[in-house]
């Protein structure tokens, strides 16, 4: 993504102060960052958009990740199966797995 991660940390407590020092004008500019972005890819007018509200979210890698792989885990406890998708990229993959999950 082009304005994403808007912050990178290894420690979760440095995150969390650094997103609470962040200024109103700090979100504006990246609002207005990821609209201009996606107006490169959709038609619509800008001046039409309402925005009423962001959300600020956490993206938490595995150790084991390593050059951004993010893959995707499945795990089966009974009738349960649990997956951690890492990129939607890989839903095909699990999708796969769980179906053979599913069928055992």
Excluded at 31 to 59: E, S
Aim: glycine share 2%; net charge positive; charged share 35%.
């Amino acid at each position: 993504m082009e304005y994403t991660p808007f912050l990178k940390s290894d420690a979760y407590e440095d995150l969390k102060q650094r997103v609470a020092a962040l200024r109103p004008e700090d979100l504006e500019k990246a609002k207005q960052n990821l609209i201009d972005h996606c107006a490169t890819f959709f038609r619509f007018n800008k001046a039409d958009l309402q925005v009423n509200r962001w959300y600020l979210t956490y993206k938490t890698k595995m150790q084991q990740d390593f050059e951004d792989q993010r893959p995707s885990l499945v795990k089966k406890n009974g009738k349960i199966i649990s997956t951690l998708n890492g990129k939607i990229t890989t839903v095909f993959d699990s999708y796969d797995v769980i179906r053979r999950a599913i069928d055992d």
